[in-house]
């Protein structure tokens, strides 16, 4: 399974930008597309999740400023950022999680994107 995502890009603080990520290949289920971010020097960190029947997650530091969606039919995820910050500047990552099928049979699968580079700086 592969998963591509795109979006990112220079804003200035108080900004807004849309993530997109797409999953494909012989994917039978996706259970959770999840966004997480890597900023220089630091961690890999969670932004946002969307668990299979509609649960999301968000880290603190973007409650109430981002917000993940999903569109099924196309196996993808949207991160929309709003009132961006400095600090939200990072590499951002998709992930996803499900089930595959392989040579016939199901299996589970783990799948990171290429990642996107978000820049907030006046």
């Known amino acids: 399974v592969q998963v591509v995502e795109s979006g990112g890009g220079l804003v200035q603080p108080g900004g807004s930008l849309r993530l997109s990520c797409a999953a494909s290949?012989?994917?039978?289920?996706?259970?959770?597309m999840g966004w997480y971010r890597q900023a220089p020097g630091k961690q890999r960190e969670l932004v946002a999740e969307?668990?299979?029947?509609?649960?999301?997650n968000y880290a603190d530091s973007v409650k109430g400023r981002f917000s993940i969606s999903r569109d099924n039919l196309k196996n993808t995820v949207y991160l929309q950022m709003n009132n961006l910050k400095p600090e939200d500047t990072a590499v951002y990552y998709c992930?996803?999680?499900?089930?595959?099928?392989?040579?016939?049979?199901?299996?589970?699968?783990?799948?990171w994107g290429q990642g996107t580079q978000v820049t907030v700086s006046s």
């Open positions: 969307l668990i299979k029947g509609g649960t999301t």
């Open positions: 992930n996803a999680t499900g089930t595959e099928y392989v040579q016939g049979g199901p299996h589970s699968f783990g799948s």
């Open positions: 290949g012989s994917i039978f289920s996706i259970n959770v």
